[in-house]
DNA sequence: TTTGCGAGTTTCATTACAAAACTTATATGG
DNA sequence: CCATATAAGTTTTGTAATGAAACTCGCAAA
């Protein structure tokens, strides 16, 4: 991965950042793939001030990452639910939490997650080839469109 | 993926935001990906306030994401490098960036990754199971150590 | 020996975050 | 029907993080 001072500005990263980019989004989001919907839950869970939890669930709502509705049979109470914009994000939520424990924490972090089909631990995330290889930063460059091959994937 | 209100406390999740969670540390880290090294590069490149960024190298510094060395011909010159630790974080960046590119600011972004050796773009950053489906969220949950069937791999 | 660069600090203004109290709409029990 | 409780927020007020611009300090080059 070499230096390549071409417009880096165009990267998606600073638009990813603009929704996931605040203090406690990505707890938020935790919890919300843990299955809690409601404020209070939140709230609890987590121990974060009203005020800001407030404002990060409006922001998901307006970022498209989470819906918000009402309950029928309790219309005092809300739920949000992740979009499959929001489930979208599972990858990075998990590759981060992997870095954690691996280099953060020390290996063991409890609980761990497990496919559920056979009850064992999911691969490590990794950036991978088109055809399956693991790649590090040594391994990839940037491309304009004009050089890649045809078939186009994920960039 | 149930409802699991056991420890989420313990999560690495929370450690790794110790580190990455502050605003720019995302994009300093893809600058330092994109092969810069020196303060004015990343500062001019990025545009972000020289205080802040001294804070922010300083602290990832100290967090082991990278290294900082003066050059020997230069005693002026600083370099900043990425540690293991640091490069490490490449498919937690890579998954947020394609997760931006395909929700936020729509497909064609540039530029692409692309294996070094073929030229094609890397794949799309997704959750494995041990013999390589694609998961979704519905496809895991959370379980104990013990509950693990026996050979231990990332979780 | 002065001019300039690289890598930061300092200062001060602005903005984000946080704790606790308050509000509003709905439910529930007597 | 009235009192009380609950869910989901707002308001208020204080603290911490961020940002722009100017300043410092060590080295290097002319």
Redesign the pocket.
């Known amino acids: 991965m070499g230096k390549v001072r071409e417009n880096l500005a165009e990267c998606s990263l600073p638009a990813a950042l603009e929704s996931m980019g605040?203090?406690?989004a990505f707890l938020i989001l935790r919890a919300a793939f843990n299955g809690l919907?409601?404020?209070?839950?939140f709230q609890q869970e987590l121990?974060?001030?009203?005020?800001?939890?407030?404002?990060r669930?409006?922001r998901f709502v307006e970022h498209g990452i989470m819906e918000?509705a009402s309950?029928p049979?309790?219309?005092?109470?809300?739920?949000?639910n992740l979009t499959p914009k929001g489930s979208a994000l599972l990858p990075t939520m998990v590759a981060l939490r992997q870095w954690g424990e691996r280099w953060e924490t020390g290996e063991p972090a409890f609980p761990i997650l497990v496919d559920v089909r056979d009850g064992r631990p999911i691969q490590e995330i990794a950036v991978l080839s088109h055809d399956g290889r693991k790649l590090t930063k040594h391994d990839m460059h940037w491309a304009l469109p004009g050089d890649v091959p045809a078939e186009a994937d994920a960039g």
């Open positions: 605040e203090r406690w919907h409601h404020f209070e839950e121990g974060i001030a009203r005020n800001i939890l407030a404002n669930l409006a918000r309950v049979e309790d219309r005092r109470k809300i739920v949000y």
